[in-house]
């Protein structure tokens, strides 16, 4: 164990298995691919110094199932990867969201779609924050952006998934796996959790506990599936987490996750030394979205007369997929445009702050036309 | 008055959804006369399959859980490995272990995970309808091989049970049937041995293949199905201990 009072450089891979095994990961499983391998060789050496499991599986669906059967019997068991080991996981999180089961999965992104490249890349929000295998239902989905805040995630993340008996992914990137940063690892105190008494332990002196998804009695599965959402809107309703900057008086509100938001803080930070009006929402839950806060900052625009003009511009290393949950928020009532690279591309902070210029001296009218492409 | 054949506790007491002459019945039963006289039914967690026997846990009175199919093996590793004082089996049929979960159960037997596996082979896919598995036999008439199996294109019955007999990690592999009460009798030995192995923490994973009938997708009667076993079903699948 560190000494959790220091501050250590580590790359973010190695942190994140440091901040699960503080976290009481009970189980690690996983399979060899980039840019996450440092997370399966750290766990490789630390799980077993803490007598807890460690397994290099054959595959990312065995890894999957393997922590399906360890959660099952009421352990913390998580798994990482990167994209298009994600994708293979995605019967196995069907089945751990129809079975109520808690669940931690790691996406480090990469390049996609299929075998892609291995640069940092944030194409895969739809298909985390859309649930991504078969069937009606949602993951809790954290996107955090820097090494310590990856960090401060893995203990939130065994925790929201015991509270409320679902997977939670979080959503790194490349970049965000192998930069180093000073991190600390400050044992927080956690939540107070339910019991798992619905976990296969053995039905010594008690009733036979089974772990299902399948249901074929006429109405049992829609029934399950109301319960599922019942559970998602209180998710909704309690767990948003979303960092503002420089809002109020702003013009432009960029909105970005991840290692892109790191980026334009950059940008935002240049463009108010040069007097622009522009200030930064970054969603940290991208499931459940911080819709309100983005819907209030949307409504600020019309409520006064005259109409104060602000542009909502989302920055993703992709061709746009958060940009989506951004007009649902704002839904129609300011102009929402759009800013992305994909395949690997990392936008630079004088990139996003010349995008921003060109926003703020273009004449606002121009931004009547709703959902305007930015090019 | 002396009684001399009750149910086995771990047998619960209720209506059957399995087709007449089905083996599944059988099978459970024997499983659970074997965790009850070793008594581990208070630290027994079963594995059920995708297939007709997924409703497993209806029958068997211990911890269960549903699993996708084919990935049993890799469930089992879980909960073995998180859980060593537990007895973990897995009960798949062939379409689950001899199709699509084949690398699971290669490499849980690669591993030597400390697990129980029941194989049931009926030489089909059954709540799928009756398609042809990977085990069914050259010529059986199949709802996907309508005239018959033929090796070109659809090649040969999968001995799943001979793979796995040569790895390291795979310790006791036998082949039974349930085809006569003297097979039913053998078959009841060899799990009853694959339990033991893991109550006494062999190092290794034990796997017992049942020779299982399928009369609705054989299209047999079940005393048809019970003599196609000894007849025909046996030639691709010899009875027998093939390891430990």
């Known amino acids: 164990m560190r000494n959790i009072s220091e501050s250590v450089l580590m790359c973010g891979n190695e942190a994140l298995a440091e901040a699960a095994v503080i976290a009481g990961c009970d189980a690690y499983f996983g399979y060899p691919i980039t840019p996450q391998n440092e997370v399966t060789a750290y766990m490789s050496r630390r799980m077993p110094e803490e007598g807890r499991v460690f397994v290099q599986c054959e595959s990312e669906l065995a890894a999957i199932n393997m922590v399906f059967g360890a959660s099952a019997t009421g352990k913390r068991a998580m798994t990482s990867s990167s994209s298009p080991g994600i994708s293979l996981m995605q019967e196995g999180i069907s089945y751990l969201a129809g079975a109520e089961l808690p669940a931690v999965v790691v996406n480090v992104m990469r390049g996609g779609p299929g075998l892609g490249n291995i640069a940092p890349s944030q194409g895969d929000y739809f298909q985390s924050t859309r649930g991504g295998g078969h069937g009606d239902y949602r993951t809790i989905v954290l996107g955090p952006s820097s090494v310590q805040e990856l960090v401060n995630c893995m203990p939130l993340a065994f925790d929201l998934a015991d509270q409320y008996r679902i997977p939670v992914v ?38 036979q506990n089974i772990v299902r998804s399948l249901w074929l009695k006429e109405g049992a599965l829609e029934e399950l599936n109301y319960k599922l959402q019942a559970r998602y809107e209180q998710i909704q309703k309690n767990e948003v987490l979303c960092e503002q900057y420089e809002v109020d008086d702003a013009e432009i509100v960029v909105v970005a996750y ?35 806060q983005i819907s209030r900052a949307a409504a600020e625009s019309v409520g006064a007369i005259p109409i104060r003009f602000r542009i909502f511009l989302t920055v993703e290393m992709s061709l746009g997929q958060m940009v989506e949950d951004v007009k649902l928020a704002v839904a129609g009532k300011a102009p929402v445009l759009f800013y992305g690279r994909p395949g690997g591309g990392v936008p630079t902070v004088d990139e996003i702050l010349g995008k921003i210029k060109e926003l703020q001296i273009r004449p606002k009218t121009q931004y009547a036309i709703r959902d305007t492409q930015y090019k | 008055m002396k009684i001399v054949f009750t149910r ?7 209506p059957t959804h399995y087709c007449p002459g089905c083996g599944h019945g059988i099978a459970h039963r024997l499983i659970a006369e074997t965790i009850d006289e070793l008594g581990i039914h208070g630290r027994t967690i079963g594995i059920a ?10 029958y068997l009175d211990v911890d269960m859980i549903e699993v996708a199919h084919g ?35 290669i490499h849980a037997a690669h591993r030597a995970e400390q697990i129980t596996v029941i194989f049931i082979n009926n030489a089909v896919f059954g ?49 039974c049937a349930l085809s006569s009460p003297a097979q039913i009798r053998k078959s009841k030995k060899a799990i009853r041995h694959a339990f033991e192995l893991q109550v006494n923490n062999a190092e290794g994973l034990s796997l017992v293949e049942l020779l299982s009938p399928c009369p609705t997708y054989w299209r047999m009667s079940p005393a048809r199905a019970m003599e196609w076993i000894e007849k025909e079903m ?11």
Do not use: H
């Open chain 1, 258 to 292: 991840g290692i892109a938001a790191r980026i334009v803080r950059g940008a935002v930070d240049k463009a108010r030394k040069e007097g622009i009006k522009v200030g930064w929402i970054r969603p940290i839950t991208l499931w459940p979205f911080p819709t309100e």
């Open chain 2, 127 to 175: 709540m799928t309808g009756g398609q042809m598995a990977p085990t069914t036999t050259i010529g059986q008439v199949t709802a996907t091989t309508q005239k018959g199996r033929n090796t070109k294109g659809e090649g040969y019955p999968l001995q799943v049970s001979e793979l796995l007999a040569v790895l390291p990690g795979a310790i006791y592999v036998e082949r």
């Open chain 2, 234 to 244: 046996i030639k691709p699948f010899p009875l027998g201990r093939l390891k430990g």
């Open chain 2, 71 to 105: 990935r049993a093996p890799a469930v089992a590793t879980g909960m073995k490995r998180t859980n060593p004082d537990k007895i973990i089996f897995s009960y798949q049929g062939d379409g689950d272990l001899a199709a699509i979960g084949t690398a699971e159960i």
């Open chain 1, 170 to 207: 979080v959503l790194a990137d490349g970049i965000l796996g192998q930069m180093m940063e000073p991190v600390g690892f400050q044992k927080q105190p956690g939540r107070d959790l339910p019991p798992k008494d619905w976990a296969l332990t053995g039905a010594q002196g008690r009733d």
């Open chain 2, 49 to 58: 399959p995708v297939g007709c026997a997924v409703l497993a846990y209806n």
């Open chain 2, 8 to 14: 086995t506790p771990t047998f619960k007491d209720c």
